[in-house]
């Protein structure tokens, strides 16, 4: 689970890191405010209840996915140098990593 602040904030860093200005008409602060308000604002109803999701992202939601993905790369960047520099291998697929390492012992 991504947190909902960490998930926009790397949505943000993507953004920059790809140098993009706006995406479809949309200016990048314009899509990091509705990413906040999508992901502060999800409700689900529970046997004859609502309640409002406040850890994380709706499960599903193309939103949620592309932030984690974001959160991912972001993060995972200083592990790959490690891995592929000890002759390892790294994979991922969304949350699924498979990951080998050859260190000394």
């Known amino acids: 689970?991504?947190?909902?602040?960490?998930?926009?904030?790397?949505?943000?860093?993507?953004?920059?890191?790809?140098q993009l200005k706006q995406i479809g008409g949309l200016k990048i602060e314009t899509i990091i405010r509705l990413s906040r308000f999508v992901m502060k604002n999800n409700y689900f109803s529970y046997d004859g209840q609502y309640y409002h999701q406040i850890?994380?992202?709706?499960m599903g939601s193309p939103l949620?996915?592309?932030?984690?993905?974001?959160?991912?790369?972001?993060?995972?960047?200083?592990i790959v140098k490690q891995v592929n520099?000890?002759?390892?291998?790294?994979?991922?697929y969304i949350d699924d990593i498979f990951i080998t390492i050859n260190w000394p012992a």
């Not at 947190?3 to 920059?16: A, F, R, T, W």
């Not at 984690?68 to 972001?74: D, I």
């Open 55 to 58: 850890r994380g992202g709706a």
């Open 1 to 18: 689970m991504v947190p909902q602040i960490e998930g926009v904030l790397s949505l943000k860093k993507m953004l920059d890191y790809l």
């Open 64 to 78: 949620t996915l592309t932030m984690a993905n974001c959160y991912m790369f972001l993060y995972e960047r200083d």
């Open 85 to 92: 520099n000890s002759g390892g291998l790294y994979f991922r």
